[in-house]
């Protein structure tokens, strides 16, 4: 089963220097995870191929950019041969740009090695994960440059309070400008690591069971 949704936007928003015609981003994780990323690139002009289990629409804007769209894949993480078989009906021959993955751990290797091969040579990835998960930055694929984006769990604006999801998604646009300029590999530290803080909200919800709080990879 696919969903296209063909989505406005604003130009020249927060990826204004990245406009394209063609170019492809696959977003791996959590339903409207990371919508605010997906509405960045469809406002200039990228296609996003977004596999989750349920269709969560990205929020339309009012200026229309025709290249611009968001196309939903139904997937399982723990199919990956059949997400990559779709993903790659969706793309119909071209390649990924652009990979963004926040999947669990035991989700995201297997995903990751699936769609490997729909992935341009040059295309990096920015991968999220929280603090917890690692104690250092992950050994990297030869040849891709990866922007390691690590959540702590308490704000850093206020370290009372658990890590939002508007500072979330702040913190992995940034990583994902930074890949997109052709940065290399780099480390990005989103939110503080605090012992008595709740894990990072999603949809503005602190999660309370451990596969929810971190919707992240290892």
């Known amino acids: 089963m696919e969903q296209v949704t063909r989505h406005p936007g604003l130009v020249d928003r927060s990826f204004g220097y990245l406009r394209d015609v063609d170019r492809n981003a696959l977003i791996l994780t959590g339903a409207g995870m990371l919508n605010g990323i997906a509405h960045d690139l469809v406002d200039n002009g990228w296609r996003v191929v977004q596999p989750s289990r349920r269709y969560v629409p990205v929020a339309a804007n009012d200026v229309a950019h025709p290249a611009g769209r968001v196309v939903w894949v139904e997937a399982r993480w723990d199919e ?118 709740a894990g990072p909200r999603v949809h503005g919800l602190a999660r309370v069971l451990p596969r929810l709080a971190h919707p992240t990879a290892g």
Request: aromatic share 2%; hydrophobic share 45%; net charge negative.
């Open 80 to 197: 990956p041969e059949l997400l990559v078989r779709d993903v790659a009906r969706t793309l119909n021959g071209a390649t990924v740009d652009l990979v963004v993955v926040w999947l669990h751990d035991e989700d995201r290797k297997n995903v990751l090695r699936a769609v490997e091969p729909l992935l341009a040579p040059n295309a990096p990835v920015v991968d999220v994960r929280s603090t917890s998960d690692v104690a250092e930055v992950p050994e990297q694929a030869a040849g891709r440059c990866v922007q390691h984006v690590f959540l702590g769990n308490a704000s850093a604006r206020d370290s009372s309070r658990p890590l939002g999801q508007a500072e979330i998604v702040a913190g992995v646009r940034e990583a994902v400008a930074q890949a997109l300029a052709g940065a290399p590999s780099t480390r990005h530290d989103v939110g503080v690591r605090r012992q008595s803080a």
